[in-house]
């Protein structure tokens, strides 16, 4: 990889940690202002004109669409460079957090309390999509980081795999075919 691929695509835990905060930090920016941009702060009702008995909200399907979408393509990119929560807390919690605090500071009180269904209905949709798209990013990464050497120890003693005896402790186990001889 070019050096500048390699700053853009590499790794975050082979960064600088200033680099790997200042990326985490402008992803948790993007993922806060995607959810601004596209869905209104007063989540409300609202009559289509005075008298009116049709009601209106300003959340559209486009714009959900253009948050999923978004928050999507965060956490595929986050989830190819970085560990396996850290897209979970910079693409899905800071919309999840201004969407409770959107209904939270709701002057009105809820029709019958719909909201903390709504809040946490949402919050586990965004969630499982951004762990989806992590895990699919995650296939992709070159260097999974997920090594396990030094976590395996394999013990033989001299004359183990010989099988001559020689004061081995390996322990003989049973064969799964009954027939056969050991």
Known sequence: MTPMTEKLLGLLSKRPWTERWLTRLLGAALSSATYLLCLPWDLRNRPESPG???????????GVAALAVTLLLLALYFGHRDALAWPLLLVAAPPATLMYLSFRTNPEPPDASLWP??????????????????????????????????LVFAHSSPGASSGTGGGSSAVRRPSLNPGARS
């Not at 009116?52 to 486009?62: C, H, M």
């Not at 499982?128 to 030094?150: C, M, N, W």
């Open 52 to 62: 009116s008995t049709t009601e209106t909200t300003p959340v559209s399907v486009l």
């Open 117 to 150: 269904l709504t809040w946490a209905f949402s919050t586990l949709v965004m969630a499982a999509g951004v762990l989806v798209a992590t895990s699919v990013a995650r296939q992709f990464r070159e260097d999974t980081g997920d090594s396990t050497d030094g």
